[in-house]
């Protein structure tokens, strides 16, 4: 028997998204078992209330108050399943702590998630943006999501193919409001290498083998990388990378590179990806900031919340600072969070 529903009224977000920026709930819900997710719908259906799913707010941008129910995935729980001498997969409740799930699989032995270290949010919201950092994706070993289809209150098992990954996407992101995810399944490594190939990490460990590494120092290195580069959202509201890396076609890339010869760019199968924070960079926003808001001075990719900024100025600084890139380069920047309410 599931435990009774808990809707609270006029509830304060602001201590519930990484930009710590001021909104309300109408109505909140707290999800602690996957049997009250269907009675919350049906509550918010039987009194025509629109309903956002809330995790971590590490990826939203509330531009005001909510008018409706928000439900908020605290699921909890972690376990193994398929255990052999080559791996597991590792199961995880939607509400589980992403940055902790990632130490715990290293602490382990087991390799796959350990490039994902710190990367801020829970584990039902990772397959949603198919978060990726240092050379790893999501979707690299992700077996399966565990979800609720909205519509029919059904249970659906969808595997890595059909989540229809990308970069920073997902069918999740571009259905966004069809599933709510209460748990999602990894396939996890002991023997697969190590991914130590970023720059940064090359830099970090230098002439170490990486066959003499451990998953938990790999995590431990992606840990100290990402702390010299990005702000502690608890100490600094932001919500991480504001911005997508954009993908633009070879031959837009070579007229931009006989323009600025130093441009920073990788090859894909797309055509060509910039690195958004050169981008910001070269257009002089790094280190910005007004009396609320501001830029990053380590990561021109982080918008932070400095002095009390509400979403409507997070998000006046990220249309200027996409104007700006776009005057500059001709090449368009499209953000990573969602937005919550008005642009």
Same mark, same amino acid.
């Given at each position: ?17 990484t930009? #710590?920026?001021? !909104? ?43 008018? =409706? ?11 193994w399943?398929?255990v ?6 590792l199961?995880?409740k !939607? ?11 290293? %602490?382990?032995?087991?390799r796959?998630?350990?490039?994902? &270290?710190?990367?801020? =949010? ?8 198919n978060?990726?950092a240092?050379?790893?994706e ?14 029919t ?11 229809? $990954? ?8 571009r259905r &966004? ?14 023997? #697969? ?6 720059r ?13 590494l451990?998953?938990?120092?790999? &995590? ?5 990388v990402?702390r %010299? ?5 608890a100490?600094?509201?932001?919500a ?12 837009? $890339? ?5 323009? $600025?010869p130093d441009?920073?760019?990788y090859?894909?199968?797309e ?11 070269? #257009?002089?926003?790094?280190?910005? %900031?007004?009396t609320?808001?501001?830029?990053h001075? %380590? ?8 002095s009390?900024g509400?979403g ?15 005057d ?15 642009a």
């Open positions: 028997m599931n435990p009774p529903l808990t809707i609270q009224e006029a509830v304060s977000l602001q201590g519930m998204n930009l #710590a920026v001021p !909104a309300s709930a109408r109505y909140l819900v707290d999800i602690e078992e996957p049997g009250q997710l269907g009675e919350a719908l049906s509550w918010a259906r039987e009194h025509e209330q629109s309903v956002l799913i809330l995790g971590g707010g590490s990826n939203q941008v509330f531009s005001g108050d909510y008018p =409706g129910l928000v439900i908020r995935m605290v699921l909890r729980g972690r376990s399943e398929q052999d001498d080559q791996g597991a997969v199961l995880l !939607a509400g589980e702590n992403w940055h902790e799930a990632v130490l715990y699989a290293a %602490r382990s032995g087991y796959g998630i350990e490039n994902l &270290a710190l990367i801020p =949010g829970t584990a039902g919201a990772a397959p949603v943006q978060i990726g240092y050379g790893t999501l979707c690299d070993c992700l077996e399966s999501v565990t979800a609720l289809d909205r519509a209150l059904e249970l659906k098992t969808l595997s890595a193919s059909e989540c229809g $990954f990308g970069y920073r996407d997902s069918l999740f992101k &966004a409001g069809q599933y709510v995810i209460l748990e999602i399944r990894l396939r996890l490594s002991r023997t #697969a290498p190590l991914n130590i190939g970023y940064d990490l090359q830099d970090y460990f230098g002439d170490a083998d990486p066959t003499s451990t998953p938990l120092e790999v &995590a431990e290195g992606v840990m100290a990402r %010299r580069k990005l702000p502690d959202p100490v600094l509201p932001n991480g990378s504001f911005f997508k890396n954009p993908v633009v076609p070879h031959e837009q $890339f070579l007229a931009l590179r006989e323009r $600025f441009v920073v760019s090859p894909v199968e055509g060509v990806k910039l690195a958004a924070a050169w981008l910001i960079d070269q #257009a002089g926003w790094k280190g910005f %900031r007004n609320t808001v501001g830029v001075n %380590r990561q021109a990719l982080v918008l932070i919340n400095h009390g509400t409507q100025d997070i998000l006046a600084l990220a249309a200027d600072v996409r104007q700006s890139v776009l500059k380069f001709g090449v368009e920047l499209e953000m990573e969070p969602g937005i919550v309410g008005k």
